[in-house]
Every structure is written in C-alpha cells, then in structure tokens.
C-alpha cells in the first residue's frame, strides 16, 4: 500500500529520558554513541498512490494533527520512495 | 553533531492501536487515509561522522538491543544525510 511517511522528533532543547536511558545503556554496553533521541515514524497508508496535494495535506496534518508543536519538531514528510 | 538514524515499525500482522485510533480521527475529519502505523525513529549521535563499521554496528543494536523483534520490525538504519 503506498504511503507518506511522517517523521517527529522531540525538540532539542527537550529533555528525552528515553533516548537518555537509551544512550546511558548504549555507552554501558561499550559503544562510543553520545547522546540519542526517540521519537515517532507514523505511516499515513493510501489506497492510491499519493499526489503532491496529499503530500501538501499531510504536512500540514503532520504540523496540526500528528505531533505537539510545543514540544515536538516535524524533521520530515515524504511520500515513501522519494525521498 | 552526525547522526545514525534507525527505523522501527510495529509488524505488520500486529494491532496498532494508536495507530487505528489517528486513522479513525484523520478519517472523521475528512482525510481519505487508509490506516495509519505508529513507530519509532531513533537517533544516535556520534561525536565524529560514522563509519561503515558504525553502521553495520547500529544495525547490530537496532536489531538486538533497540527493536523487540517479536513484535516489531527494523525497517531502515542508515547514516543521516546518506540515505
């Protein structure tokens, strides 16, 4: 099914004690990643392959709809296979 | 600061509630989305920009370590910028 992929991040300037315990284990277990954040990849599915308007449509869904604007970012949205 | 990007989604064959409920919420409101998945999209910041290594590495711990993968599936890692 084809589909616009949505990707959101929590603000940098966030504390993310997910991605923070994340990285403390990481680092524990020897790797040299410093920090890491979480956040969420939500696929928007369409019966038909989606047109520059239902990309359009999406972001703005993406900015009002999919994620919290005070303490999220909107890093990208993207009709899958090309981007 | 140079980023690994890992991509994990719920399997397929697997409810996704908070998926179904964004779908059922987009569809209300009028969007002809099909469904909806919700996943993770994690982020591993390295001081210096990653290797290859680093990448078959975070591919490593995307499978073992980051994904359970009796319920959810690693869909993409790759070195931000590189994709």
Redesign the interface.
């Known amino acids: 099914?084809p589909k616009i992929i949505v990707?959101?991040?929590p603000k940098q300037d966030l504390l993310d004690p997910q991605?923070k315990a994340?990285a403390n284990?990481?680092r524990r277990?020897g790797?040299?990643?410093?920090?890491?954040?979480?956040?969420?990849?939500?696929?928007?599915?369409?019966?038909n392959q989606p047109t520059e308007k239902d990309l359009e449509?999406a972001k703005e869904?993406a900015k009002d709809?999919?994620s919290n604007s005070v303490i999220e970012d909107v890093?990208d949205v993207y009709i899958e296979g090309q981007?």
């Open positions: 099914m990707e959101i991040m991605g994340v284990a990481l277990a790797n040299d990643v410093e920090t890491t954040r979480i956040g969420k990849r939500i696929e928007l599915h369409y019966k449509k869904l709809f999919l890093v981007n």
